[in-house]
């Protein structure tokens, strides 16, 4: 029975991994992971430009808001941590400074001049739209400028002026001792970050799910399952399905890391050359919280409990889509049965996304319990704080024993339905089959 289990299981794993289809979806897999660890090399490469600024050209008509202005502007620049504009005064006519912005998308113009009622007021000069943000930018920095302009006109003293402007000096101090103030700036982080880390286990499951049920519907209309079940047991054949499929969807996930891994690699090779600041200073901000908030301590437990979970929650959807596609005849049928199975998994990334927003609720610490969604619930809870070590620990043992009842009843009608053509009242076949005695 080994020998034949393990025949099996390399059979389906060669018929998986020796297609075209596999070789040409882990290309464009390599490429699109490459690409978008590097998107700001490839849009260089195609003729964009993320460090071209915007010429500012400044008609000052106060003769005093120009040095302020470009003052408020670089502060909240800095703020942003990029340096997108680059500002130059004007001192000709309007008309001569409307004729140098046209048809130029990288150069716009602000007219200031004063105002008796509200100290100051702006004319912004473009070519086209301007998006929101470079909108905003240019507002705050013209709204600074008309306060001070404001508080100069009012003839306050140097040292108010330092007073007003100056850094206001915030501590932290929380009452709970389990809490660290740390941590709070580590949890908004990881609640955006998580959900997009577990999207491979996401993609992974769907592709496990429907390979299985691929396979066995094959078999099935080809008439080649009669030729196996004659030579081996019902049991054997589900057993090398489940190993064949939980098998790939691992080397997948390996595969996965390693593009990862080469994106960033060719990341680090590529960044003299270009360099998109934005993406950077998030890339460097995200991982240096990470880096000094104890992250790395939590790691050690985070990593072996998930990785378990998640195989676990593999070897459940692998049972669950032999089982239905045990009781189909065609992958029509069986398209139409996996619809819960893909329910249960968008509710339970969903969730995941969300689960920052039912901070200290009992039902999403409940739903972290449910087999099939705790691998993508749990350990997002986990990292935010909202559940313990113990908790995933407890998911863990419902998931085991999950996989033992499934395994248990599935394998009754995989029994039933494995030779059974007949393609309607599906439900109604799996119900009975489950009465069947062992």
């Known amino acids: 029975m080994k020998n034949k289990l393990l025949f099996l299981t390399s059979v389906s794993l060669k018929r998986k991994i020796k297609t075209k289809w596999f070789v040409i979806a882990n290309i464009l897999l390599f490429i699109g992971i490459v690409g978008v ?34 003052q408020e502007l670089n502060t909240i620049e800095n703020s942003y941590e990029e340096n997108s504009y680059q500002i130059q005064k004007y001192n000709r006519l309007k008309t001569d400074l409307e004729k140098e912005i046209k048809d130029e998308d990288k150069k716009m113009g602000i007219i200031l001049e004063d105002d008796p009622n509200h100290v100051l007021k702006a004319t912004i000069i473009s070519n086209g739209y301007l998006d929101t943000i470079n909108y905003q930018i240019l507002y705050s920095a013209m709204k600074n400028t008309k306060v001070t302009l404001a508080i100069k006109d009012s003839n306050i003293s140097k040292e108010e002026l330092n007073k007003i402007y100056g850094e206001m000096d915030i501590k932290r101090e929380i009452l709970d001792d389990t809490k660290q103030s740390e941590e709070e700036s580590m949890e908004a982080i990881m609640s955006a970050i998580f959900p997009i880390v577990i999207l491979p286990f996401f993609m992974l499951t769907i592709f496990l799910v429907q390979m299985i049920g691929a396979e066995v519907n094959d078999e099935k209309t080809t008439r080649g399952m009669e030729i196996i079940i004659s030579n081996v047991s019902p049991k054997t054949h589900f057993f090398s399905k489940l190993l064949a499929g939980n098998i790939f969807v691992i080397m997948q996930g390996i595969l996965f890391l390693l593009y990862s891994g080469c994106g960033f690699f060719i990341r680090s090779i590529l960044q003299g050359a270009t360099n ?18 104890g992250f790395i301590d939590r790691l050690v437990y985070l990593i072996p409990l998930t990785l378990i979970l998640m195989l676990l929650t593999f070897f459940a959807y692998s049972i669950i889509a032999g089982v239905l596609a045990s009781i189909t005849t065609n992958t029509e049928d069986f398209q139409q049965v996996q619809t819960p199975i893909m329910i249960v998994l968008l509710i339970g990334y969903y969730l995941a996304i969300m689960a920052s927003s039912f901070k200290g609720a009992l039902l999403i610490r409940i739903l972290s319990y449910v087999p099939l969604i705790s691998a993508i619930l749990s350990p997002s809870l986990l990292v935010i704080g909202q559940i313990g070590i113990s908790d995933v620990l407890l998911s863990i043992v419902i998931m085991l024993i999950t996989n033992y009842l499934l395994l248990h009843y599935g394998l009754r009608v995989y029994k039933v339905g494995i030779l059974n053509y007949s393609s ?14 062992k």
């Open 37 to 70: 660890f590097n998107i700001d090399s490839v849009i260089h490469f195609f003729g964009g430009d993320f460090n071209e600024k915007m010429e500012v050209y400044v008609l000052d008509d106060t003769k005093r808001a120009y040095e302020i202005f470009n």
């Open 424 to 437: 309607e009242k599906l439900w109604k076949k799996m119900f009975r089959a489950l009465k069947i005695k």
């Open 276 to 293: 998109l600041s934005g993406i950077t200073t998030v890339i460097s901000e995200i991982g240096s919280s990470i880096f000094t908030q």
